[in-house]
């Protein structure tokens, strides 16, 4: 049976993954704008992303027979001005992310929870890509954002990304 503390701690998670697909909504609204479809599709192909994250962990908590408890979702809280605003953001927020799946991890583990454990192997991996991929794009647009023509060029190969959902961790 799946620890009651490890239970809430997912529960919460599935909440701010849902929070982080609103977010990365919101991002994709900014970006429309302004005119800059591709990072719009970029975050829009994220947003659908951080939704399936909820759902993997919804699904195993129902594996486990544990109650899914879903709470009101927080309107993102953003002052965003600028496009590097946006993406700054977007790198802070995975970082809290990860520390959020982080401490999921530490709890079952110190809990010998090994199932979980695995379970959130994925998540691990998974947020570690989310960091670098946001940190990438911080440093793209500090190097090409200020330029008109680098940053189409940057729109252009933001718009290539297309949703692939992920390979289930279940």
Not at 1 to 28: G, R, T, V, W
Not at 37 to 52: I, M, S
């Amino acid at each position: 049976m799946l620890d009651k503390k490890i239970a809430e701690l997912i529960n919460h998670q599935i909440n701010m993954e849902f929070y982080s697909a609103y977010l990365y909504l919101d991002f994709s609204n900014f970006f429309v704008e302004k005119g800059l479809n591709g990072f719009a599709n970029w975050y829009k192909v994220q947003a659908q992303e951080e939704r399936d994250h909820a759902l993997l962990m919804i699904q195993y908590l129902q594996n486990n027979d544990m109650p899914v408890i879903l709470e009101s979702i927080e309107k993102p809280k953003t002052n965003l001005k600028e496009n590097m605003d946006v993406l700054k953001t977007g790198l802070a927020h995975e970082r809290q992310v990860t520390r959020l799946i982080h401490t999921i991890y530490d709890s079952a583990y110190s809990a010998k929870d090994f199932r979980t454990t695995q379970f959130l192997d994925w998540f691990v991996k998974e947020q570690g890509e989310e960091e670098t991929s946001a940190s990438d794009l911080v440093k793209k647009m500090e190097l090409f954002g200020t330029d008109p023509k680098s940053l189409y060029l940057l729109d252009t190969e933001m718009a290539a990304r297309v949703y692939a959902p992920p390979a289930t961790p279940l």
